[in-house]
């Protein structure tokens, strides 16, 4: 089993469509939670973070951590074109362990 | 503010030539320094990763080394490179744990003929 499992998708929703994406884990001493984004044939960037459990803003992204169901989400609000991009979680114990990432492409 | 350069971006070289791809951090020091391949719809693999000049960990056996000869310099080698070498590169840079996230460079596109 892997430690961190993520749907690859891909995932199309018209413009304006709420995007959601989400992972599951489960190793229970991962502390940090990321999400990056990863356009076609550039690094990934880091896109939002979190410790704890919860809901975090910004913009038009939430992040939400469940640890007790060691389950993580991210939803994009009035999704863009440029929205259109790979987008991956990660999690931290003392080093970083991803998901093998979700392709979003938002059409026009 | 930190930034980290990574090149060439493409590279096309043929089986058994030898590889090396170089990364540099600025703006920071003592980072921890790392080595990924990413293969289509298989996510981010760790190949190596550095807490200090000198010091290489290697998470998978490979046909890969890397070095550290400088704090912001890390560097990925092949003596002979295999078609399954093939694959995006990419450098990425963190503090202490990396709690707060890594930083990545642009990547290196490999392709081994």
């Known amino acids: 089993q892997k430690e961190v499992e993520q749907d690859p998708g891909p995932l199309s929703v018209p413009e304006g469509a709420i995007v959601s994406l989400n992972c599951t884990y489960s190793?229970?001493?991962?502390?940090?939670f990321m999400w990056y984004r990863q356009y076609s044939r550039k690094g990934p960037e880091l896109l939002m973070y979190t410790y704890s459990s919860g809901n975090k803003e910004d913009g038009r992204f939430t992040a939400q951590v469940d640890k007790s169901s060691k389950y993580i989400s991210l939803f994009i609000r009035d999704s863009q074109p440029s929205d259109s991009a790979t987008y991956l979680c990660a999690m931290s114990d003392y080093k970083l362990s991803f998901g093998a990432g979700t392709t979003v492409t938002v059409r026009a | 503010s930190q930034t980290i350069h990574q090149w060439p971006a493409t590279l096309v070289q043929p089986v058994g030539s030898p590889l090396s791809l170089e990364c540099t951090v600025e703006?920071?020091?003592?980072?921890?320094l790392y080595w990924y391949r990413q293969a289509a719809g298989r996510g981010l693999q760790l190949l190596f990763y550095?807490?200090?000049?000198?010091?290489i960990s290697s998470e998978v056996p490979q046909n890969l080394s890397a070095s550290r000869p400088q704090d912001r310099q890390f560097i990925l080698s092949s003596k002979k490179l295999l078609l399954s070498d093939s694959g995006f590169y990419l450098c990425?840079?963190?503090?202490?744990?990396?709690?707060?996230?890594?930083?990545f460079g642009s990547g290196t596109r490999l392709t081994v003929v």
């Open positions: 550095s807490v200090g000049i000198g010091q």
């Open positions: 990425a840079w963190s503090r202490g744990d990396g709690g707060a996230g890594y930083t």
């Open positions: 703006g920071t020091s003592n980072p921890n």
């Open positions: 190793n229970s001493a991962f502390q940090y």
